[in-house]
């Protein structure tokens, strides 16, 4: 049991910062880790079971924020519900602006899944909580049989152990890796699946068979399935194509090699890669150089300096220094980039073990996981080698390959039949309504211009009409796209508003309507909407002040630098309006102080 219940907002480690600008609704950089067990699940059982594990693993019950310069992760009163498997796995868990958790437990007759954002955990923190998760869905299942309790966490284990960050603990900014130059990658590049659905395809294999022939040839289990993998993507490609090599990422657990009982991410990985073109393409030759890749890359010395590598960027000081938005833009086109590097991925989690009284119980464990690219992930339960293909293109000749370079080995796969509902998805139809209405306010503006065209000047109204449509669609806009956050929602509206009451004035011959009257009202109303919102959702001090803080600020400068260029004809409401927003910000100093001082320290960190 952890021993300090409580966890506290927290930075977002190296790769978390990484998904967390990368991710979108078609690379959700989510990952399912699911069991399958010998019975039919009960959602309440499972649910009390979640409810106990997260009584050890305090750490998932986050939020993820957006700050100045990097998001970070804040604790909230949000309670995961168990549900009944209802849409595509793998799907968007973090939605912009939308306070939701990071993971998600669902089932499927026997199979119990779960679903994670990367930013939250890696592999190995998904394993050791769908462990505990399994085992107290169990325990309560079946404790009346004489199933006994165990714990699986370490018993002096705290919060503060959990939330480690095990990069910036072994960073060192004196250990360098030498540059080398990237090879040109293989792009798997087939059509599209209908709707650009994510295809999964699973088999079961023998561990021992496994084992066996990858000890005959003297190499490790991953190294023997990396030079198959290689193989099969090989032989789809045509003779131009074999000018690039083939090259697969594999994530490397690093607490392989620096100790650490960290939830967080704690991963690296290497590139293994073959040239067909120019080496020997039998498989004894990839089975070799892959081994020697292995051997040179696997060194806690390579890992350490990979890891300063990393930290470097992302604590140089002037990078450090600019705004989240601009920081995206950059990240999203790295990793746009170092996609071009890479051919595929192959992702080993290795054995799932669990205490033995609790085996007759469970069928076994798999794992798959959201890409943009074509991506294989294993892991075993005694003797289930679980793979799961996972492609949004049509590479099922790869995986009959992959399988037929197995069987020539000697090694037989049982294909697993997918078992998934119906999905439903009510966000589609939510853009589908939204992208209809779009068209009739565009329809409206054309057909206004084009009448304005051809009677001007007798009916000026069409301009007007057209222009008022234009700004009720803006409007609507913000509202849809911010939807989820209602306090962000009106700052939106607060400054979109304003903008273009600014615009109106200035093309009807600007009588200052819009400094005088329209920003001090439009920024108090704001402020004072956000107070009611904030006080009849009942949300946190932390949830909702730091808009509060921003619209008074707006109302407050804004004004008052207009104020001060004698922008403004009519300074009655101008100057009201500003005191009553400087007299809430006076409010907050005073009365939230301790609130506002942490809320600039997670907003403005570095």
């Not at 699986?152 to 030498?178: A, C, G, H, I, N």
């Not at 084009?450 to 222009?467: E, M, Q, S, Y």
Request: with cysteine; charged share 25%.
């Amino acid at each position: 049991m952890v021993k300090q219940k409580k966890a506290h907002w927290r930075k977002l480690d190296n790769a978390a910062k990484l998904y967390s600008a990368a991710s979108n609704k078609k690379d959700t950089r989510v990952f399912r880790f699911y069991c399958e067990l010998k019975e039919q699940v009960q959602s309440e059982l499972l649910q009390e079971a979640l409810d106990q594990t997260l009584e050890t693993f305090p750490t998932f019950l986050m939020v993820l924020r957006k700050g100045l310069f990097w998001h970070y992760l804040e604790p909230c009163n949000l309670r995961p519900v168990v549900k009944e498997e209802y849409k595509e796995p793998c799907s968007r868990l973090y939605i912009r602006d939308k306070k939701t958790l990071l993971f998600e437990v669902t089932y499927y007759q026997k199979r119990i899944n779960f679903e994670v954002f990367h930013v939250l955990t890696d592999g190995t923190g998904a394993t050791e909580f769908l462990k505990e998760l399994v085992k107290n869905y169990l325990y309560l299942a079946h404790k009346e049989e004489g199933l006994e309790q165990v714990s699986l966490q370490p018993e002096d284990m705290t919060v503060q152990d959990q939330e480690d960050d095990s990069f910036l603990k072994y960073y060192s900014k004196d250990q360098k890796r030498p540059k080398k130059r990237k090879l040109h990658a293989f792009q798997i590049r087939r059509k599209k699946k209908d709707g650009n659905r994510l295809h999964v395809h699973e088999s079961i294999v023998s561990v021992q068979a496994i084992l066996k022939r990858s000890r005959e040839l003297g190499v490790s289990m991953t190294i023997f399935l990396t030079a198959i993998y290689m193989m099969a993507i090989h032989e789809e490609m045509s003779k131009m194509q074999k000018k690039r090599s083939v090259i697969l990422m594999v994530p490397v657990n690093l607490r392989k090699f620096f100790p650490s009982t960290s939830m967080l991410n704690f991963f690296n990985w290497i590139e293994p890669g073959y040239d067909f073109a120019t080496q020997d393409g039998s498989f004894e030759a990839v089975l070799n150089h892959t081994k020697a890749f292995f051997a040179a890359e696997l060194t806690k010395e390579k890992m350490s300096a990979h890891i300063s590598e990393l930290l470097a960027l992302e604590l140089h000081p002037i990078l450090r220094l600019a705004p989240l938005e601009l920081k995206n833009l950059c990240i999203q086109a790295g990793a746009k980039f170092s996609e071009k590097n890479v051919t595929a991925i192959f992702s080993n989690m290795s054995a799932v073990k669990m205490p033995e009284s609790y085996v007759p119980y469970i069928e076994r464990f798999g794992v798959y996981t959201n890409t943009p690219k074509m991506e294989l992930c294993l892991c075993s339960f005694q003797d289930k080698l679980s793979f799961a293909f996972t492609s949004r293109y049509d590479t099922e000749n790869i995986e009959r390959n992959f399988y037929r370079l197995l069987k020539e080995q000697g090694i037989s796969a049982q294909k697993v039949e997918p078992v998934f509902p119906k999905p439903t998805m009510p966000s589609e139809q939510e853009m589908k309504v939204y992208k209809i209405y779009s068209f009739l306010c565009i329809a409206l503006v054309a057909l206004m211009l084009v009448t304005d065209l051809n009677f001007h000047p007798k009916i000026r109204w069409t301009l007007f009409t057209a222009g008022g449509v234009a700004t009720m669609w803006i409007a609507s806009s913000i509202g849809f796209f911010k939807r989820y956050n209602l306090l962000k929602n009106l700052m939106w509206q607060l400054l979109i508003g304003t903008i273009i009451s600014f615009i109106w004035d200035a093309l009807t011959g600007w009588h200052s309507w819009s400094v005088d009257f329209v920003l001090p009202l439009m920024s108090v109303g704001i402020l004072l909407a956000m107070c009611v919102i904030a006080k009849v959702q009942k949300s946190p001090v932390r949830e909702y002040l730091i808009y509060e803080i921003m619209a008074a600020g707006y109302g407050l400068i804004l004004p008052g630098i207009l104020l001060f260029c004698k922008v403004v004809k009519r300074p009655t409401v101008s100057m009201f309006g500003a005191l009553a927003c400087f007299l809430f910000l006076v409010g907050v100093l005073l009365f939230k102080g301790r609130e506002f001082k942490e809320e600039m320290q997670k907003n403005l960190h570095v």
